[in-house]
């Protein structure tokens, strides 16, 4: 009886033990799962690329017709026009064409007509696109209170930046009492037959809004 007492108590306290190891074991591995399970916590609390940080790196610049991207992009802001009372007008030189990416571009075109439209709430935004320099131009000039230049470039920051990635400039001028104008220079081409003998435009402001603009898209 005493030796089956005792092996009872033997085989009692190996079972404790095993039973003790086997919590402690599951607590290690509990305890890993925890640690890793903050690792990658933390790995995903780093910062991600912006969106229009992507988007800047995704260009694929192809051959686009002027007149068809400004005319779209006006087309987008009928509604914006009509809202603020602006006539939109454009006038696009024939056959000409831009190297750019087309959603960037039409993001460009509509941020500067979107900004221009109002400043000139009640008035007039003019839209003209040429062959300027061995470059395509496209001028938007509106006929609102002149802006603060320093904020006007902070606001078309973005498009500063999509035309540098694409080989362009952005120009931003404020007239001293009224008017305001944003061209865009983008690298393109133009047929040979619709070269101007003279492909410069006025230097004056007053004689730059005083040009003839054609073909009304919009109006209030």
Request: one cysteine or more.
């Amino acid at each position: 009886m005493a030796n089956l007492v005792g092996l009872l108590g033997a085989g009692w306290a190996v079972l404790t033990g095993l039973s003790i190891g086997f919590l402690a074991l599951l607590g290690w591995r509990a305890r890993q799962r925890v640690v890793i399970s903050r690792s990658a916590s933390a790995s995903s609390a780093q910062p991600v690329p912006r969106q229009d940080d992507i988007r800047l790196m995704t260009f694929e610049s192809r051959e686009l017709d002027v007149e068809h991207e400004v005319c779209g992009a006006l087309a987008q802001l009928q509604e914006m026009a009509h809202r603020h009372q602006v006539e939109l007008q454009v006038a696009v030189q024939p056959r000409l064409a831009m190297w750019a990416d087309p959603c960037a571009l039409q993001q460009m075109l509509v941020e500067m007509l979107s900004q221009a439209m109002q400043r000139a709430e009640g008035g007039a935004v003019l839209v003209s696109a040429d062959w300027h320099g061995g470059r395509v131009q496209v001028t938007v000039t509106d006929d609102g209170p002149a802006g603060d230049h320093a904020a006007l470039v902070g606001r078309l920051r973005e498009v500063e930046q999509f035309a540098a990635l694409q080989g362009g400039t952005l120009e931003i001028e404020c007239w001293k009492l009224r008017g305001n104008r944003v061209v865009l220079r983008m690298p393109g081409k133009v047929a040979p037959d619709t070269l101007s003998t003279d492909d410069d435009e006025p230097d004056d402001p007053a004689a730059a809004r005083d040009r003839p603009w054609t073909g009304v898209v919009g109006a209030s």
